[in-house]
């Protein structure tokens, strides 16, 4: 009990920083908000206004509190500063460049957080870095796709979901064919367009299923498996949500243009992150049977 409390005096001694060493943190922190000005507001706006990077606005004080939580742990380690860490901050500071002289977007805002990374690894060393790499690798997560990725995805996925939406309709009894990404009823035709792609819940849920699997303490094969599984979970749930709307469309045409369709949205969400909870608690109880 006596070392234990000792070694926590330590390590909260090493936080008192004196203030010549905030003065040049204060420098820092203005010199990469300096570098980064235009893009942060940019990143954030899209947040707001665009629904498919939504779940963004959510990640970075989620990050921060999981570092948060983690402090003790962090600063129980020594500081002790590694130039291995240029490397990173030379290959953020490049990935800036690059995104700026290219016009990409995403190149510009995730060099951000390979920058963090970098600064991080450099000033407080390769240990403290390891303590904080779930809280840097979720802030990535942040950043929303390339618009080059996105729409080679989106077009595939919005044929896949009509496809098999149209099937699964056609088993239950209702009167439906398919004409590429446009479904048409007895008394009226849906157009499967971006938004029902299922992109929007497939990014949210790989989210989840990186912050279930760190909460869950589960190991690196388990927390492999949840991110690997969160995406054909993301597709089946957006299939039901189109095959819903397909059907519920047949019957009364008012119900699915209306509050359903908005609420369906959230609905598969709410559904897969459930089945990725079960997953993710099966994994952890799989693990302790193995012990």
């Not at 600064?119 to 390769?126: E, S």
């Not at 009167?175 to 938004?195: C, K, Q």
């Not at 095959?243 to 969400?269: C, K, N, P, Q």
């Amino acid at each position: 009990m006596g070392t234990a409390t000792v070694s926590l005096k330590s390590a909260y001694s090493e936080r008192k920083t004196d203030p010549i060493t905030w003065l040049k943190i204060a420098i820092l922190v203005g010199l990469v908000g300096a570098l980064y000005i235009e893009i942060i507001p940019d990143l954030a706006a899209e947040w707001w206004t665009v629904p498919a990077s939504s779940y963004g606005m959510l990640i970075p004080p989620i990050a921060l509190y999981i570092a948060y939580l983690r402090q003790g742990i962090t600063f129980a380690l020594p500081v002790q500063q590694d130039l291995r860490g240029l490397g990173l901050i030379s290959l953020g500071c490049l990935v800036y460049l690059l995104g700026k002289l290219s016009g990409e977007f995403f190149l510009a805002r995730i060099s951000l957080v390979i920058l963090l990374a970098g600064l991080t690894w450099t000033f407080w060393g390769f240990a403290r870095f390891k303590t904080l790499g779930f809280p840097l690798l979720l802030l990535a997560t942040m950043v929303p796709l390339p618009g080059i990725v996105y729409n080679a995805m989106a077009a595939p996925l919005q044929l896949f979901a009509s496809s098999v939406a149209t099937s699964l309709a056609q088993a239950l009894g209702v009167t439906i064919y398919r004409d590429g990404n446009i479904i048409h009823l007895a008394n009226t035709s849906l157009g499967v367009a971006e938004a029902c792609s299922g992109l929007q819940s497939l990014s949210a849920l790989v989210v989840a299923s990186l912050l279930l699997g760190f909460l869950n303490e589960a190991t690196v094969l388990a927390r492999i498996l949840l991110f690997v599984l969160s995406v054909p979970l993301a597709i089946a749930v957006n299939v039901l949500r189109v095959t819903g709307t397909a059907i519920l469309a047949d019957y009364r045409l008012e119900f699915a243009e209306g509050f359903y369709h908005l609420f369906s949205g959230w609905l598969v969400f709410v559904l897969g992150f459930g089945v990725l909870w079960l997953l993710g608690k099966m994994f952890r109880k799989g693990t302790h049977l193995n012990k």
